[in-house]
């Protein structure tokens, strides 16, 4: 019974895939030096076979979900292509966002794992490093091409047959602002390949390596067998053609469109973003395999969270982007705000389109930005994304304060913050009637202010729906969108616009307020003792009571 | 006479030991949720006369059952007092949300609504300095706007853990203003860094102090009108006991303290067996559980969610409670007895998570249950006797037959080979378990081993440890009772800390490190000699956790006295669990901390010589199925007839009335002179 690939090897061979990118990321995570890993969980790893179809993945953050099939496989290409070939012992670095499939703070690290002197898998990880180098601290923010916003690191073998390259890691410490962390964080990304190395290697030992390999396109067709299946359980009303669109803005003040035409068929779905505005010069172009990463999210949401997540997957799935558009740009397009903020509206837009297939799934819109702040100032840059409000849902209302979408990252405590950096928070609350009414109210955002202790602290700000709002359904109204302002020591205010770098001196007060999330439902329709709830808690004020909910 | 009462949401444990005759007795009753100190009472009475009873140890769920929102038990109404600008870290927590693809995700209900969250004026820095002075006239204001309309303030002000003077003046000021009234602040509950968990940790203690306190002092009184003159104590999460006294300061300490019984457990036996590292694995009806015992002490983690859902073995981070206390780590998986195997939409088997509970429970059960549980794949395989718990419950093959026919059909492959699949899944599922709380921890499971209990553990343990190489299991026993005996074998445990924030190089950190641990000592000692532990009893061990300069994590090391050895320490661990270490980076000494231990007397469990080797007869044979060789006649045991000394050897089956061992070809068994069994392969 046991030695031939039954179902049940397959199945524990699944699970021992699943455990060990999760130890990976474990492990990773431990050893990592910056906050932005060890409390943002800002990373991912994964197993994939040595075609470099992706096994198996640790959930950690939904963006980098599917760019991580698609950077491996077009890392193993590049490779190819010089001509090199991956050794025992070697760790291949890349955060071309071209080949690795993010953006470029986003490093992919990548080791084979040879057992008996045979390839059986590689094993990958990709960690937000919080300063790449470029023109801002954080290295998000205004650039024309690629090469403004960071070092772009082309596939090198930062291990070489079990030896690191000191003098590269030193290459790339002169280019950041934060050297330390970059070094640590990467020595991090190493352990953890080694992790999952480690443990394959045993695997292999345990069940052979015919059974491995054999298992590896197993579990793929198992994905797909699984997704197909749940496609076809779907309701017949919710077949057809289904379009949506959406807008993001640009740092001049103009809408940038995302056009979704989304076909729901017998056992697969189809997203076309053909129509979708050309890539501009400005980092709001998201490289395909962020436009894979947000439609599948969105999916994988709406028609089963439990849906197993693989190349498999993608064989039920197809994403049409057209080269040259803000869904698949070509090179040296920019692409840091894709990653974080274009990619928060694609899967506002496959929600949208979802939400007419099927009604009683899909949320109103959710607050639909990152809300990205950078600041640093000389020595130091520590990198941000602030909680908004969620979508209210058919049933019940939007959450306050929270992480929605392709993100979900902790916040940094204010008390670390303050302890390493020159800044004083002022507030962190929720942000009164910013939640769409609606018979569900949309969740509030949140509103999050500091001080500068010292001159010339800069700060980016790269965030959306500022000039658009997180859109209602079923007669539910928007949410309040985006807002930010600097108040002077001198009491002057300046507004600022959702992607824009200032310096503030000491003294110098930011204040950010994110987005609510859509109502759902006619806000008339909502029962009088959650407006009196709302009222009470603070979380409406009695003008919005009036005039929004019907109420005397 | 020893008694340990488990209460939980439904059923109350209890196991009572008698020490005179080394019988120990386990039973189960109805929980009573309205008058909870009823229930105990006359579970207890109805087990043992109280005026002979020396100790009760006592774990309860009754907290983390009011703040789940359990009907009838409200928790009191709060006021949290904190920065202008600042009250809803609270509601905002770390701003995750507990599942990444469910759209319809929920977060738990903040303890303090919001309109109950004050912010007044008043700011500390980083460094302790003071920002802006607190005004007192506003503190004394809200004191008594709100006095008499809520019953506990809660004092949490941002930096408070370097310097608590505005939370001390503010406590004055409640007290003053609103005299009787109970307050609670951040900086003496949990005085570390970070604002939402030590606001957290204040909050749930505030919440559980007037229910616990009057539940706790209730019953104290019940029971010594009935005749009661012995301890009442309590298990706290970190698996050490506590006095009534002490457990009523921090609450929160053990609200959630059942799961850490099986680990102390295991803990007292492998310190008697000399086993440095020991794996426990307590498989019982709905779920399996893993923990580890390093050096005779179970590992701990330093913050937990109460309340908090499980998936796959890991918490999902934020549908809880958050409290920054020591928790023994004990890793729960869907896989018990009752748990139902299934093919997913992809044609995957699949186990758990599941369960058939009690009701109908397995299908072999024959209450009406139709889909194959991990319970009928082992009786179907030969594993499991066709009478359990004593000859009580009958086990029905044929129904289980059936119910695994319908699966074997979806995956292709005949019944038999169906059940084996089930349990190889199973297993996976439980492995994974264990090397959570190995691997993941950065210890190699292959150095440990494997303490198999519960009513299913010592079945499956064999398979287990093989996937784990792991090479010897022991089980212990009472292994359908082993966790509720852990009530029985704790001993006291305190656990104190201090943020220190200093550099290990910088020569005068030595000295501030030596002062805080110092402070800590004479509070662990004092602490102690209130519950009447004295210095011969008591056993304080002191460590730091510490970090590279800019790193944002920190491992725990020893401390002897030395820093410099300190750093040293912290040096070779960091490089034994991540692979790698910094020369020549700054080593930060965040916290120190002291923990106290009171050792107690413990139970005289049964012992006896070993007789030489002896071979017992088997009571019966049946087939049972193993991988390797398929089908063979196996022996069956009756564990009460082994003797210490016995040996057994594979195949074979060793049935009690709570739990059964299988022994594969190629193992065997011996019986220790505890009366433990350890399985070796060879």
Known sequence: MTGSLDAATVEVIRNTAISISEEMGVALRNASFSPNIRDRLDYSCAILDPGGNLVAQAEHIP?????????VKSLAEYLESEGTSMEPGDVVLTNDPYIAGTHLNDVLAVKPVYYQGRLVAFVANKAHHVDIGGAVPGSIGAARELREEGLVIEPVKIVERGRVRWDLVKLFEANVRTPRYLRGDLMAQIASLNVGEARLREAAGRHGVDTMLGAWPRLIDHAERYARARIRELPESSRGFFEARDYVESSSGSLLELRLRLAIRHDSVEADYTGSSRQVEEPLNAVYGVTV???????????????????????????????????????????GGGNVETSQRIADVVLRALAQAL????????????????????????????ACGSGARPGSDGVDGVHTNMTNTLNTPIEVIEKEYPILFKSYELRPDSGGPGEYRGGLGVVRSFTALEDGVMVTIYAERALTRPWGLKGGRPGQGFTAKIIRSSGAVEKLHSKQTATLNRGDTIVIETPGGGGYGEPCKRRRELVLRDLAEGKITREAALQEYCTQ | MRVGVDVGGTFTDLVVFNEDSGDLRALKVLSTPKEPWRGVLAAIMGAAEPSRVTIIVHATTLGANMLLGQAGLEPPSMLLLTNKGFRDVLEIGRQNRPELYNLFFEKPKPL?????????????????????????????????????????FVVSFLNSHVNPVHETEAERLIREACPGSIVVTGSSVDPQEKEYERTSTAVVNAALKPLLSRYLERLHLDLKREGFRGSLLLMQSNGGIASLGQAIERPAAFIESGPAAGALAVSYFARIHGVARALGFDMGGTTAKASSIVGGEPLVVDEYEVGARIHMGRVLRGSGYTVRYPHIDVVEVSAGGGTIAWVDPGGSLRVGPVSAGADPG??????????????????????????IAGGSIRLRRDLALRALKALAEKIGVDVFEAAWSVV??????????????TFERGHDAREFKLYAFGGAGPMHAAELAEELGISEIIVPPYPGVFSSLGLLLADYRHDFYK???????????????????????????ETLRSEGIGMERSRIVAALDMRYEGQSHTLKVAYNGSLSEAARRFEELHETRYGYRLPGEDVIVVNARVTAFGVTGKPRLPRSKPAGPLHPRPSSRREAFFPRDGWVPALVYERPKLRPGSLVTGPSIIEDSDSTIVIPPGHTARVAEDYSIWVRRG
């Not at chain 1, 009683?360 to 639909?368: D, I, L, M, Y």
């Not at chain 2, 008594?144 to 309309?149: D, F, L, N, Q, Y």
């Not at chain 2, 190889?424 to 959570?436: E, F, H, Q, W, Y």
Request: proline share 7%; hydrophobic share 40%.
């Open chain 2, 112 to 152: 303090i609504p919001r309109e109950r969250r004050v912010g007044v004026r008043g700011r500390i820095g980083p460094r302790g300095e003071i920002i802006e002075g607190l005004d007192k006239d506003e503190i004394r204001e809200t004191a008594r706007k709100w006095c008499g309309h809520v019953k506990v």
């Open chain 2, 499 to 525: 943020a220190v924030e200093a550099s290990a190089t910088d020569p005068s950190t030595e000295e501030k490190v030596n002062k805080v641990i110092e402070e800590l000592s004479g509070k662990a000692v």
């Open chain 2, 362 to 387: 397995p299908a072999c059960y024959g209450r009406g249950g139709e889909k194959p549980t991990i319970t009928d794949a082992n009786l179907v395989l030969g594993r499991l006797p066709e009478k």
């Open chain 2, 424 to 437: 190889r899944v199973a297993n996976t599922v439980m492995a994974r378990a264990l090397k959570l709380v």
């Open chain 1, 293 to 335: 990463a947000a439609t599948v999210f969105a999916l994988k949401s709406v028609i089963d969270p439990e849906m197993p997540m693989n190349q498999g997957f993608f064989r039920a799935v197809s994403i049409r982007a057209p080269e040259g558009t803000i869904v698949n740009p070509v090179k040296p397009a920019p692409v």
């Open chain 1, 359 to 386: 009604p009683e799934r899909v949320p109103a819109a959710s607050c639909g930005t990152m809300s990205n702040v950078m600041v640093g100032g000389r020595g130091w840059a520590f990198y941000e994304t602030i």
């Open chain 1, 63 to 71: 963006v980098h979900l599917g760019s991580m099939s698609v950077g």
